[in-house]
């Protein structure tokens, strides 16, 4: 079948600008190798056939030899350029990253969230946006536009090898999402060839999840390629399930301009051969297009690009100032608002101040939803925190995930791109290290990378700590690791009417905010946390981020010694526990002990710490966290620096002991954690410094 001819002028006139940026690049490359960059050279036709069957409502996930995919969807190489060069109007990142890891927001384009370096890591928040549109579409929130959307997830082979390609698949075919994925195999790793690196392409890969159907194509034949996608993508508009397209393509490039093809490869004369340039051309000679007509537009693309990359040479670099902007996106809840005590005829517990928190979302704003393991119907979460919201709102909002970390939370990015605003759950803080990469890569830097574009708004839910004899794999705590992240917003808290109003705070928040809710204090059945249950705050409480707590206040006194405790969580109720008893010991009423409760651990309330601690003159750290490398020895080592003039002693930290796990034993479980004794001896111990 011949395309029409508009069509095959406008491919044409993408892939010689395509083609001549590629040249360009080699032919200045004293000038263009400052920073890494590679181009789609080879892979031309498939991501020209591609992005011309997209719309501005579709969502698409390239990866980073995608440059045509760019240019077909209307973006200049004037614009590439820009990010080629690292220069400040850079419109995907003002210089922050790489050539070709675009985040694009425009209105007249295809939406494009941020992307990282795309090596397998797209998969996930691409299906995520998928999971968002397949969300709308069941509850009933209204597209205006004609077409139904779809989401575009661009790979390379070789990173379909990763085992988070397999949890996107497996969700996209569990749940039938309106996806494709366009998989351009070009036979290379970087030095491995696929001989070496896998078993099977990606075409005979998607054979083994049923519900996505898969074709593999010739991708360096802009015929083939433009009407085997303009046939899927019209089924996925319509019939709302997923895809894979196979496309095998050459690789007549570098694999980027650090790594130079003729280092390693044997293959090049064969890879030439297949050359997506001169099939084209042959395409629009039998379509009735002159030598002189494909002369002129050849030669007008390799003017333009010229002119774009002069222009761009002479474009402004980022400025110093650049560096600390769009890092989080300003959130409204600024002030604590609402009803923090009101009289109630029973106290409630920790979880349910969450539960009621979440359902209050729920039944206030649509776009609210919660998935994660276990939290469906049948159990409404392993600690009941989800109990009756499946009954209340449905599967489609509270639903079961895979066990699939990774999945549960990179999806966020995407369903936060699509107007949604996700609240997940982690099983247990032990269970956090598969979604580390998501988190740390995908979630984190979106906000910052995309230059203020794309901030994720969502909240991942981690009961944490050591209860009950939960043995090594369900008593972890891992604030040090999360607090090494920037870009995520950390909450800890110590009771249920902080934890409603953090909860509330964090999504009002546009940007992602991890609740750390001890498991210990969900129910309050340990000794002395009594008062974690609260007179449930009313409906409308929210507490912002950044606001520690003084739970227990002391004035500066100049005789008796003094000391400031700064603690979160669990620590909050064995520092005033420990407290009380050194209070009943020294028989009289002068209380010695401040207590601080951080409430989050990002932001920091640094003024309300240095404050305390000028006042009480020595400083104790409480944490459940082994201490060595910890969150709190930097935070000890921030106040000494900031306070050293006023202390009367070395900051002090008290937790765990250094030992890889927490045991199952009870005895080695209450050795290895802190606890009321030992908290009061370290007590005692500073103030008598």
């Known amino acids: 079948m011949m395309l029409d001819k508009n069509i095959l002028k406008k491919a044409f006139t993408t892939m010689a600008t395509a083609k001549a940026m590629a040249t360009l690049y080699e032919d200045n490359f004293k000038i263009v190798s400052k920073y890494v960059h590679a181009t789609s050279r080879g892979h031309e036709a498939i991501q020209i056939a591609m992005a011309m069957q997209l719309l501005p409502q579709d969502y698409a ?89 779809l989401v575009v997830c661009s790979l390379g082979d070789a990173s379909v090898t990763e085992g988070e390609i397999a949890e996107a698949l497996q969700m996209a075919a569990l749940k039938q999402l309106p996806i494709l994925y366009l998989v351009q195999d070009n036979g290379w790793d ?154 109630r005829e029973d106290k409630v517990v920790m979880v349910d101040c969450a539960l009621f928190a979440v359902e209050e979302l729920m039944k206030k704003h649509q776009e609210c939803l919660l998935y994660g393991q276990d939290v469906g119907g049948r159990l409404g979460g392993v600690f009941r925190e989800a109990a009756t919201l499946a009954q ?135 000794k002395g946390t009594d008062a974690a249950r609260v007179n449930e705050p009313s409906e409308d409480y929210i507490l912002p981020f950044g606001k520690a707590n003084i739970v227990q206040e002391i004035w500066e006194q100049e005789t008796d010694e003094t000391i400031t405790v700064i603690t979160y969580g669990m620590g909050v109720h064995w520092a005033l526990n420990a407290s009380a008893q050194i209070l009943k010991q020294v028989q009289n009423d002068k209380q010695r002990i401040e207590i601080i409760d951080l409430r989050t651990l990002y932001p920091l309330d640094e003024e309300a710490i240095f404050k305390s601690v000028k006042k009480a003159k020595k400083c104790l750290v409480v944490t459940e966290e082994p201490t060595n490398n910890s969150f709190a020895r930097s935070l000890a080592g921030l106040i000494q620096e900031n306070c050293f003039k006023y202390l009367d002693a070395p900051v002090m930290v008290i937790g765990s002991e250094n030992m890889p796990a927490i045991p199952l034993n009870s005895t080695l479980e209450f050795t290895m954690i802190p606890n009321v004794d030992k908290v009061k001896a370290k007590m005692e111990e500073l103030l008598n410094y």
């Open 61 to 149: 996930f390239p990866y980073y030899r995608d440059d045509a995919m760019m240019l077909g969807i209307g973006m200049q190489p004037y614009d590439l350029m820009l990010q080629l060069m690292a220069k400040k109007d850079d419109p995907f990142s003002g210089g922050r990253t790489y050539y070709c890891h675009p985040s694009l927001k425009d209105a007249d384009k295809p939406k494009i969230p941020h992307q990282s370096s795309a090596t397998g890591m797209q998969a996930i928040p691409a299906t995520g946006a998928a999971m968002g549109f397949w969300y709308k579409e069941n509850i009933g929130i209204q597209d205006t536009n004609q077409e139904k959307p």
């Open 190 to 343: 970087i030095s491995a060839n696929a001989a070496e690196t896998r078993a099977q392409n990606a075409f005979e890969y998607a054979k083994g999840f049923h519900g996505i159907e898969a074709i593999s194509i010739d991708g360096a034949n802009f015929t083939e390629s433009y009407l085997a996608v303009q046939k899927v993508v019209k089924t996925i508009r319509e019939e709302r399930r997923p895809f894979l397209v196979h496309a095998k393509v050459p690789l007549l490039n570098h694999h980027t301009s650090g790594v130079r093809m003729e280092w390693y490869r044997d293959d090049l004369e064969e890879a030439q051969s297949r050359d997506p340039f001169p099939v084209l051309i042959k395409q629009l000679l039998e379509a009735g297009f002159t030598n002189d007509e494909i002369k002129k537009i050849e030669n007008t693309a390799v003017a333009k690009v010229q002119a774009d990359f002069d222009r761009a040479q002479l474009a402004e670099d980022p400025t110093p100032e650049d560096l600390f902007t769009h890092d989080f996106a300003p959130t409204p809840i600024t002030e604590e608002v609402g009803e923090r005590n009101p009289e």
């Open 392 to 526: 209340k709102f449905g599967d489609d909002r509270v639903f079961n995930t895979p066990i699939q970390e990774a999945f549960i939370v990179g999806s966020t990015v995407g369903m936060s791109a699509v107007g949604l605003k996700p609240i997940v759950e982690v099983q247990f803080a032990d269970y956090i290290w598969p979604g580390l990469n998501q988190l740390f890569t995908e979630v984190s830097r979106s906000c910052y990378l995309s230059n203020g574009k794309w901030p994720v708004s969502m909240i991942l839910r981690v009961p944490i700590g050591a209860y009950g004899s939960g043995g090594p794999y369900h008593s972890s705590s891992v604030e040090s690791v999360l607090t090494n992240i920037r870009g995520i917003k950390i909450a800890y808290p110590s009771n249920g009417a902080d934890l409603k109003g953090l909860l509330k705070a964090a999504y009002y928040d546009p940007n992602p905010v991890v609740i750390l809710e001890h498991k210990g204090l969900y129910w309050s059945k340990v």
